[in-house]
């Protein structure tokens, strides 16, 4: 049962999930108590650590001026399912995510908790991070940069396109996140995801309810590290195609990537859609771009066919509005010309 708060006031859970963490956990846990407003609780939920996490912790229960409940998983439960109960085990009106290696600024928890105060139909806020070595050394850059979350695409997000800038990308960091708990409701249980961990499902998913929102100033030191469970690692590049052999190949072949994109696409809009019972304007953006890639992946052998279509999804700007945002100026007509004539 949830406790019951004063909306200008409302009580904090913190969701700290942890596995093997001794290196790095003394400093997160610190940076909480720096906080200028504490949390109410703070939820660990650790996966079967072999190193000296859990004493690490019960040390930390012991002096904390918060009430800290820690539960040791008997079976390692992975990230995804760990932090899914984590989160459920929460009691408090807002949840801040919580890693183990990280270092919270002193702001932290005001800032997003005040942000939410004042945006009551914010299910969902994530702030930039501050990128560091293993050792808190400020690397010069930052996760939204990282993650290409740059002006042009938050200034998309403000035009009320979250919903495609998510499927382009994630950008929301669970470590940086704070939600209220209402929103549980609507991304757990956490489905299994090829391609998406726990924090950009719960980001598009918020977003498809617009709900979801960002915060300009980075509030965490995100610390770097070779053991971390997921980083900032860079996509793996797709198999490259020649150009001199883009008009040989089967025209199969051709559609194959498009074909595994809509399924793919297909898939994860119908899970969303579940979770979101109403139709939005973040769920008519999910159609939009099923309905251009189902034209593309489906275009007729015939080129001399497929002329109607290609224009159809050109004029109405769907090339562009799907390219790569560093692709350059010319990309979308390439691809348009591609799927004419190849």
Known sequence: MAIPSDPTHPTISVALCTYNGEAYLETQLQSLLKQSRLPDELIVCDDDSTDQTRAVLEQFAARAPFPVQIFHNTTRLGFNKNFEKALSLCQNELIFIC????????????????????????????????????????TGRLFWDTVRFTEPIRERWRRGEAVEVLLDGNRVMGCTSALRRRLLASFLPIPNLPNYIYDGWMGLVAAAKGTIDFYEKPLIWYRTHEKQQVGTRP????KLVKFTDRFSRPHSEKLGPLLHKYHELRSLYELVKARTPVKTPGIEQFERRLAHYNRRSTLPDGRFLRIGSVIRELVAGNYHRYADQEANQYAPYLAALGDLLE
């Open 235 to 238: 996509p793996v590049a797709g």
């Open 99 to 138: 890693d183990q290696d990280d270092c919270w600024l002193p702001e932290k928890i005001a800032s997003l908790s005040d942000y939410l105060i004042h945006h009551p139909n914010v299910d969902l806020v994530f702030s930039n991070a501050i990128i560091t070595d293993s050792n808190l050394n400020d």
